[in-house]
């Protein structure tokens, strides 16, 4: 085994350490990111569904605002969010550089996008139950909890898989401008340095988050789904 | 009970202005259960969603028992509504919640305590006779049993009238009769006023006791069912009543069938209607033992709407010209509606068609 390891993995041996913080730095910008992003995602998800055309709250023009607003987002590539961002992570979190100070871009980068799925997943909910508890004087705040996210949980659930691990992708990015983690020991190590051994290692360390998501988002979507 | 006072509604799309809903005034008292009819597109839905207001009016007035609900605040408005139940053709169940808990979701902000909820929700149950599904999920439903769901959450709040919106359409034949049969309990029982949309006037003719027509946004015709079946006076409703009472199939029949379409010197092909108690048997009975007119019937029909026999026959009439035509009188002087449908015409000429149908030569 140890043989086996030296000569497929000669550099990524000797830097267990390395390696293992890259990871818990990676998952610290996921969870975190995840948790941030997720929560305004969904707030503005819901504000356009029920904003939207045929939405329970239909305000057409604070609906184009915001729909034009997450679409410049979105047509932004990431690469240069980040660096379009800096001067706005400095002020908040007073550098640009390491795990936290990714975090900006990370959630700027991950919100518009999060926002626009759940959008679509809530439209997936049948506009006839919305109109049958409307029928049963639902109050608009009832039926944004009580049926547009029990209703359409398993989209969510699954509309958030993807996020997720389009996440995990972009915290590698974030790792290109000193960001930390998988992406920046890839990158520190394996690109510029050729040890393209520790390249293929984070490459295994993220699709095993990458599977482990998977699997816990489709075992929570068949859980949910009646 | 319910009041449309010269309802409109006018969708505008891009360059033009929908009328869905042209002036329409309806009076719906306590007790009904009150019948729109129409053919798709004819408005019916949207006339249904002016009486919660989930669709507003351009113009007019909605009251209902009394109160002027266009004049409320959101608030009173939904207070309104739970006062109201409404059940739909999809059902629209909440498929990620069990029975029990779709019904509880009308119960839920209703200021019961849970326990009484809990009783109230299994005596709903037992009242549309799912009790055994209680904790079953949508999916695990058929139509019949889904809509059976839909009422008792519709009911759920002791509302005094329910929507029905296509209500059977997306049902079979025999389960929507049990689904209408199950609705005029609950008016007898509850005292429950119903109005419901659809196009088939099979579904009017079971529950009814009045029926408005509906064609292009405006309410063409509105009366009792008995008078609605027996006069009509416009052209979509003697449609709606011929396809309902399965006369158009027979005559269609009746052309089809070369000897029967074939008339003698003395005969005459007539449809018969007639309402309220008279038989048709002494009536051609006095026709033959009078006038020495025979009838031979082709077709038959007799419906009845609340306690109302409701008849129509098709008949070959033969006997001396002049007798016929004493004949035909006689019938008239006795409520019958006489309409000729074909005679025999000299030959050469051919036969002559005085309604409908192909010729058979």
């Known amino acids: ?226 | 009970m319910i009041e449309l006072n010269n309802v409109s509604v006018a969708f505008r799309q891009k360059k033009e202005t929908i009328h869905a809903v042209k002036n329409v005034s309806l009076q719906i008292s306590r007790g009904d259960i009150f019948g729109i009819v129409g053919y798709s597109g004819a408005g019916k839905s949207t006339l249904i969603r002016l009486i919660n207001l989930l669709q507003r009016p351009s113009r007019g007035e909605v009251i209902i028992q009394g109160k002027n609900i266009l004049t409320l605040n959101k608030k009173s408005l939904r207070a309104e509504r739970k006062k109201m139940g409404m059940i739909f053709q999809h059902f629209n169940l909440m498929e990620q919640r069990t029975v029990y808990e779709n019904i509880h979701f009308a119960l839920k902000y209703s200021g019961i305590k849970k326990e009484q909820r809990a009783e109230k929700i299994t005596s709903l149950l037992e009242l549309v006779g799912l009790s055994d599904k209680k904790n079953a999920y949508p999916n695990q439903l058929s139509g019949g049993q889904k809509q059976r769901v839909a009422i008792a959450r519709a009911l759920a709040n002791d509302p005094e009238i329910l929507l029905c919106d296509e209500a059977t359409s997306a049902l079979d034949p025999k389960t929507t009769t049990q689904i209408l049969k199950l609705l005029r309990e609950l008016n007898q029982k509850l005292n429950l006023t119903i109005v419901l949309i659809t196009h088939e006037m099979q579904v009017v003719k079971e529950l009814c006791n009045r029926v408005a027509i509906m064609e292009a946004g405006e309410i063409i015709e509105q009366e009792s069912i008995v008078s609605i079946f027996s006069q009509p006076k416009k052209n979509l409703t003697k449609d709606f009543i011929r396809t309902a009472t399965h006369i158009d199939q027979a005559l269609e029949n009746i052309w089809q069938h070369p000897t029967l379409a074939h008339l003698t010197d003395n005969e005459l092909l007539v449809e018969l209607s007639y309402v309220g108690e008279q038989t048709s048997e002494p009536l051609l009975t006095a026709l033959y033992s009078r006038y020495q007119v025979t009838t031979n019937i082709l077709y038959g029909n007799i419906e009845i709407l609340q306690q109302t026999p409701v008849g129509s026959l098709i008949a070959i009439l033969s006997g001396e010209t002049l007798q016929q035509e004493k004949a035909l009188l006689f019938l008239k002087t006795q409520n019958v509606t006489v309409t000729l449908l074909k005679q025999h015409a000299p030959k050469n000429e051919g036969q002559k068609l005085t309604k409908g149908g192909t010729n058979n030569e």
């Open chain 1, 1 to 226: 085994m140890n043989d086996f390891l030296l000569h497929y993995f000669p550099n990524a041996i000797q830097i267990p350490d390395e390696i293992w913080q890259s990871t818990v730095e990676t998952l610290y910008m996921t969870f975190w990111t995840a948790l941030i992003a997720g929560l305004f995602g969904i707030l503005i998800g819901i504000i356009l569904v029920t904003t939207g055309k045929n939405g329970i709250l239909k305000n057409l023009c604070f609906y184009a605002i915001l729909d034009k607003l997450i679409n410049i987002c979105r047509s932004i590539p990431f690469i240069i969010m980040l660096s379009l961002l800096t001067s706005l992570t400095r002020f908040l979190v007073g550098t640009s550089i390491g795990t936290t100070a990714a975090l900006v871009p990370l959630i700027i980068g991950v919100v518009p996008f999060y926002a626009r799925q759940i959008e679509n997943a809530l439209l997936e909910v049948d506009p006839g139950v919305i109109e049958a508890a409307e029928a049963m004087g639902t109050s608009p705040l009832g039926i944004i909890f009580r049926v547009y996210l029990i209703e359409g949980l398993p989209s969510i659930l699954r509309v958030s898989a993807v996020t997720i691990i389009n996440l995990i992708g972009l915290t590698a990015m974030a790792g290109a401008v000193g960001g930390g983690g998988l992406g920046n020991l890839a990158i520190t190590r394996g690109y510029n340095r050729f040890q393209t051994d520790v390249t293929v290692v984070t490459v295994i360390i993220i699709l095993l988050f990458v599977f482990i998501s998977q699997f816990i988002s489709n075992f929570a979507i068949r859980k949910t789904t009646h």
